[in-house]
């Protein structure tokens, strides 16, 4: 039985250790019900709260956002595992059913935005609504599942970075992580007899800088110069977020081929996007 002395996670530079940090959160009928899948649904359940006060707070109908919240984590869920199954596809197909088994990781959270977006888009326009209005309604909450949904990742000792002795460095028991990276392997670190990874938190990095995108949102949203303004914002905001520190995860996922993160590429296309339609609507001089 591991004690004190060797914690499974550490921060060693502003000296947290968590002497245990279960993947698992309880079991239920003898199935284990993970803090990944706990998280996330968390999040989820935040953000439908979040866009249906906003809804209240506007003169909209809160229902509205509930019956697409019903389809949306539908969509959103194929979407995410889709992404991650198609750009991490030598994971999958010796055993196809795997791709089914979600309780110990492998949603993209680009999957979840494109799913998300589309979904949000053909709902609005089904129901006759202005699609920004509704982008601009939802996004903030979907940005809160990200802050909340990303610590799943922290109990999945997953989507962290290289080596780093700042300030923030974690470590993991390396018997305790799933798949270590060559570069991380040749850094490996002792403590207490027992060996450790000590990596880049890039999920709490993320999951900082959304909070951030989220405040900025909320302070935002009574400026507003017009519909859509909030969502490019978003779009923009993460864009620039993601592509710095996907530059430093070690769980990229990869253009067949090549060794160009997917995920890069696509947040540079959605800051790029942002910013554009911005400066273009605020020209134009489109209001509310």
């Keep these: 039985m591991e004690s004190i002395s060797t914690p499974d996670v550490m921060f ?24 990944y899948g706990l998280l996330i649904t968390l999040g989820v359940l935040c ?25 949306a984590i539908i969509t959103s869920i194929i979407g995410a595992r889709i992404y991650f199954v198609i750009f991490s596809w030598h994971l999958y197909r010796d055993n196809l059913m795997s791709i089914f088994n979600l309780r110990l990781g492998g949603l993209a959270i680009y999957g979840v935005i494109i799913a998300a977006v589309l979904t949000a888009y053909f709902f609005a ?41 700042g300030l923030f460095a974690m470590r993991y028991l390396a018997d305790q992580v799933s798949f270590i990276p ?26 900082f800088g959304c909070l951030l995108i ?47 993160a997917v995920s890069q590429i696509l947040s540079v296309i959605a800051a790029v996007f942002g910013i554009s339609m911005i400066i273009y609507c605020r020209k134009k001089g489109l209001k509310q």
């Design 47 to 71: 953000g439908i709260l979040y866009a249906t006060r906003e809804a209240k707070r506007t003169g909209q109908n809160p229902n509205l956002y509930m019956d697409f919240s019903i389809v």
């Design 214 to 260: 989220f405040i900025g949102l909320n302070l935002y949203k009574s400026r507003k110069k017009f519909n859509g303004e909030l969502f490019f914002i978003y779009l923009a905001g993460y864009g620039i977020l993601r592509a710095f520190i996907e530059g430093i995860r070690t769980d990229q996922l990869l253009l067949w081929g090549t060794s160009i």
């Design 125 to 165: 326009k089904f129901k006759k609504l202005d699609f920004f209005v509704f982008a601009d309604t939802a996004v903030p909450g979907l940005v809160i599942g990200q802050v909340i949904g990303r610590f799943g990742n922290f109990f999945n000792r997953e989507a962290f970075g290289g080596y780093t002795d």
């Design 12 to 35: 060693p530079n502003i000296g947290i250790q968590i002497a245990n940090l279960p993947r698992a959160a309880f079991s239920l009928f003898g199935i284990s019900v993970y803090w």
């Design 182 to 207: 060559y570069e991380v392997e040749q850094t490996i670190v002792t403590f207490a007899r027992a060996r450790y990874i000590q990596v880049h938190p890039t999920f709490l990095y993320e999951a």
